[in-house]
């Protein structure tokens, strides 16, 4: 016997699912469940917009979060490790937590995202046949090819609607939400702690949101695993602030002369500290 449908809604709050959910309530689709997995790392907008959205639509949103917190993951935790990772070889056997995500080792959104979500669907497919539905944009044509976004039950209505990431910002920016200016300062607004985001963004927490960035320095001293390759928290701090300055003196962020001054001032700091 065929197991009745159960639709849900995976809601991250960012622009893409909040066009779909909303495109959906205004089709008429019908909707049984709309999840947001919260890791806990959202910019305070994001939240604020989350209960927004809840009381405008008056559908209730259900939250699902880890059992273990970013914060005992990231540091505390025992982590089975590889005997020959290079986390072990350099660091020492005494490490804990899983450090600082990297390209190659996304544990946060495995630990504190895939897994809840996955706990909490699970109990539900076994009295129904789950569809999820997806905020994959119509121009977002790379993720949609991943694995992960072509599984079993998957809808993507924003593909079916020819919406673009520009299409849904617009359609949320129509219809009253604006997360506080995030998406005027952010391409992608997701965990603001991520090591993988690019300079640009990471500039814009730093002037943007300090309490935020202070938290960021803190942590970024309590783990073994650098923030980047590249810099520390700290560094970027240095750079960012060399930045301003060199740009106050009429001179371009960029070629030969900016990073061998850059390198000389991180070579200042780094001194002053021994």
């Known amino acids: 016997m065929d197991k009745p449908e159960y639709r849900v809604v995976a809601l991250?709050?960012?622009k893409d699912s909040t066009a779909m959910l909303l495109g959906m309530i205004e089709r008429g689709m019908p909707i049984d469940c709309i999840l947001f997995c919260d890791t806990?790392?959202?910019?305070?907008a994001m939240y604020e917009h989350i209960a927004k959205l809840e009381r405008d639509i008056g559908i209730p949103i259900t939250h699902v979060r880890a059992e273990k917190s970013f914060e005992e993951l990231m540091f505390?935790?025992?982590?089975k490790r590889n005997p020959e990772s290079a986390a072990l070889k350099k660091y020492g056997p005494d490490i804990k937590g899983y450090g600082w995500a990297g390209p190659r080792m996304r544990w946060c959104t495995a630990r504190l995202k895939d897994t809840p979500r996955e706990k909490f669907l699970r109990e539900i497919r076994k009295e129904y046949d789950v569809k999820e539905y997806i905020g994959l944009a119509a121009d977002e044509g790379y993720r949609l090819e991943r694995k992960q976004n072509?599984?079993?039950?998957?809808?993507h209505p924003l593909v079916d609607w020819g919406m673009t990431e520009a299409d849904?910002?617009?359609?949320?920016?129509?219809h009253g939400y604006d997360w506080n200016g995030l998406y005027e300062q952010f391409k992608r607004v997701s965990c603001w702690c991520c090591p993988l985001q690019p300079l640009p963004e990471l500039r814009q927490l730093y002037h943007n949101h300090p309490a935020l960035w202070e938290q960021l320095k803190e942590w970024d001293k309590m783990t073994w695993r650098s923030f980047r390759a590249d810099y520390s928290v700290e560094e970027l701090e240095i750079r960012f602030d060399f930045e301003d300055e060199w740009q106050g003196a009429g001179k371009p962020i960029k070629g030969r002369a900016f990073f061998n001054a850059l390198k000389k001032r991180l070579g200042e700091a780094a001194d002053g500290k021994r």
């Open 168 to 174: 849904c910002l617009q359609y949320c920016y129509d």
């Open 12 to 14: 991250s709050g960012g």
């Open 150 to 155: 072509r599984q079993p039950g998957h809808v």
């Open 76 to 79: 505390y935790a025992d982590i």
């Open 40 to 44: 806990g790392l959202e910019f305070p």
